[in-house]
């Protein structure tokens, strides 16, 4: 079981619209629509921003989308905004009730 | 409005067995709709998944830990507990607990909701 492979960082400035790949492999993200994607503040615990794919939990600001193709699935902010400065994560089920992570991407807003 | 708190030492020995509990309240944990999880990031590092664990007891462990990871669940306190065995260096990380929705039917863990505010704990002699 491997860690979903995510770019380490990325960046762009106010109003930009950005987007994050997680890849994995036909073991989870292929073959499952239960990618979810968390945003960690400094200090801060992190926090679910889209379950099973495209899902957005109440609250969360419709800037935020996700979508999947093949074995990568992608996380996009749109309207970038100053908070979203934080650290993105992606998650997928991967068989046998396991679940696997991504091991982050840094997003630098300029 | 449901919440999770880790307790536990701060500070372990290497060599010795890390044991964190964690309670839940403003809901109950046994509930047929989630798993119960914990997830640990070492100091400026990802999430790593250490294991899943359901009101009945039943339990998921990651592969990398398994072996010598265990995660046991007191329904009448509300709170489940982690402990992972002959720790090093490599298990100093902040640890978090939390709920984990399920995909029903088949329940497969899903996503992850609440998490705990985390606790660190040091593996250091």
């Known amino acids: 079981q491997s860690a979903l492979t995510q770019p380490a960082s990325v960046s762009g400035s106010p109003g930009q619209s950005i987007t994050i790949s997680c890849t994995g492999s036909s073991s989870d993200v292929g073959n499952y629509n239960l990618v979810s994607w968390y945003q960690q503040h400094p200090g801060k615990p992190p926090r679910v921003i889209i379950f099973e794919v495209i899902k957005r939990p109440s609250g969360v600001s419709h800037r935020f989308s996700g979508s999947k193709s093949g074995n990568t699935a992608s996380l996009t902010i749109s309207g970038l905004q100053t908070e979203d400065e934080a650290d993105y994560y992606c998650s997928s089920y991967a068989e046998s009730s396991t679940f696997v992570l991504g091991g982050g991407t840094k997003l630098t807003v300029l | 409005q449901l919440q999770l708190q880790e307790s536990g030492p701060g500070l372990v020995k290497p060599s010795e067995t890390l044991s964190l509990t964690c309670t839940v309240s403003g809901g109950s944990l046994s509930t047929t709709d989630h798993f119960w999880g914990w997830i640990r990031q070492p100091p400026g590092r990802g999430l790593e998944w250490i294991g899943n664990?359901?009101?009945?007891?039943?339990?998921y462990y990651s592969p990398s830990l398994k072996g010598r990871v265990s995660i046991t669940v007191d329904t009448s306190r509300n709170q489940f507990s982690l402990n992972l065995r002959s720790v090093t260096a490599a298990d100093t990380a902040i640890y978090y607990c939390a709920r984990v929705f399920l995909w029903l039917p088949p329940r497969w863990p899903d996503w992850i909701d609440p998490w705990g505010l985390g606790t660190l704990v040091t593996v250091s002699s």
């Open positions: 664990i359901f009101y009945t007891g039943s339990t």
